[in-house]
């Protein structure tokens, strides 16, 4: 079985060249794999500091290429921002498989122990690859506008669920207000037979991870009954005040990753640690459930926040066909991904190793519901009645909560 991280986008690879001032032949680093090609590091033995990148030497194909751009550094030992790089862009083929420069940088400047370059006479190289999607993967990106990588994932996020993708062209727009949905909560009194529902408007659903293990901790939390006292008691007419309880409403999960900080009087990031599966099985959410239909949802995107509140990046992950074969959207870069890159690389939290905390980690997740599927990624309709425009698409059944309605608008 083919390794799933040869097929990664882009890499960064580090090469040690050993007694790098008496080398007497080129010499070549370990391959690392990046679109199923091999890439190695490739250091001439002339006596100026040559560096090239070299792409799939080994095969007898003729008809292979791939289009890669590159940043070639050299690390400086003692300040990394005196590190030396350079960038390349070149269409690797079997005439020219590497691509560099041959003097990439004054030899007395590296071979001089006082700059950094050079330490008990090695020097490290590393290496970045990045290559085209659409050969690939099939699938393009979107290009980032300048800071349009958060528009861009959730974009494809709605993109890849094909029934809302479908649902969206079809949709008429005159007098809909196409960002809200409905969902119903509800009041209950806990002494007396009265219940008090209300239909309103919501955009997302947010859920706190701070401190707690998993999405489920944040569910238990987020559904639980909020009793209302005091202050907080709900009138009902001749029935007087008294304790009540609110079930609150379950839609889709926004991980609340950003909460404001009096002390700072600004926002801070939640890096904390919270597990997500692949499959969620909710029927224990609900008050009601349906034994021949069970509430289980399976994982379709996962959208990712990196570094802090003052710079961020996005990145999403969908799963376009349902077939488990996950895919990473980087703006205009698309490349292929292991599950383990897309659920367990995305929790957050601390490494245990190295006693830093991740700032990459999941910040909105998309499941749907394993019924409404038909092959992969199609939602199921319900049964139109009559209805000429779109029926809705349910995202969540059950007692506890109205139905979530897709498209938007309804």
């Not at 292979?64 to 300040?79: E, F, S």
């Amino acid at each position: 079985m083919e390794d799933e991280t040869s097929q990664r986008s882009e890499a960064t690879f580090q090469f040690t060249v050993e007694l790098f001032s008496r080398l007497s032949e080129s010499v070549l680093s370990p391959p690392c794999f990046v679109r199923n090609l091999p890439w190695k590091i490739m250091r001439p033995h002339q006596k100026s500091v040559g560096f090239f990148l070299q792409s799939n030497a080994e095969s007898d194909s003729t008809s292979r290429t791939c289009h890669a751009q590159a940043m070639l550094k050299i690390i400086n030992y003692g300040d990394d921002e005196k590190s030396f790089s350079r960038r390349i862009s070149h269409l690797f083929f079997h005439k020219e498989n590497d691509w560099g420069f041959s003097n990439f940088m004054a030899w007395s400047e590296v071979t001089d122990p006082e700059k950094g370059f050079i330490e008990d006479d090695k020097a490290d190289v590393p290496d970045e690859v990045a290559w085209d999607s659409k050969k690939h993967t099939g699938y393009v990106g979107l290009k980032n506008q300048g800071a349009t990588c958060y528009i861009n994932s959730l974009l494809q996020t709605f993109f890849f669920t094909n029934q809302l993708r479908k649902a969206v062209y079809m949709m008429q727009t005159e007098g809909d207000d196409s960002s809200k949905s409905k969902m119903v909560s509800y009041i209950q009194r806990k002494e007396v037979d009265y219940r008090s529902d209300r239909r309103e408007d919501y955009y997302d659903i947010q859920l706190s991870i701070e401190g707690k293990k998993n999405i489920f901790e944040s569910f238990v939390d987020y559904m639980a009954e909020e009793q209302l006292s005091g202050d907080n008691k709900y009138e009902a007419g001749e029935h007087g005040s008294q304790e009540a309880e609110k079930a609150p409403p379950v839609l889709h999960l926004q991980l609340m990753r950003f909460m404001y900080d009096p002390q700072t009087n600004q926002n801070i990031k939640i890096n904390d640690s919270c597990e997500f599966p692949k499959q969620l099985p909710f029927d224990e959410f609900l008050k009601k459930t349906d034994p021949k239909d069970p509430a289980n949802y399976i994982l379709h995107v996962v959208l990712v926040h990196s570094r802090d509140n003052h710079g961020r990046h996005y990145v999403v992950y969908p799963n376009p066909k349902g077939d488990g074969k996950w895919c990473k959207f980087d703006d205009d870069v698309v490349s292929r991904c292991t599950k383990k890159e897309v659920i367990e690389h995305n929790y957050g939290g601390h490494d245990d190793n190295l006693s830093v905390r991740h700032c990459t980690n999941t910040y909105v997740l998309a499941y749907i519901r394993e019924s409404k599927l038909i092959g992969g990624t199609t939602l199921r309709r319900e049964k139109d009645q009559g209805s000429e425009r779109s029926p809705p698409l349910y995202a969540s059944a059950g007692s506890l909560r109205g139905p979530v309605l897709w498209p938007p608008g309804k």
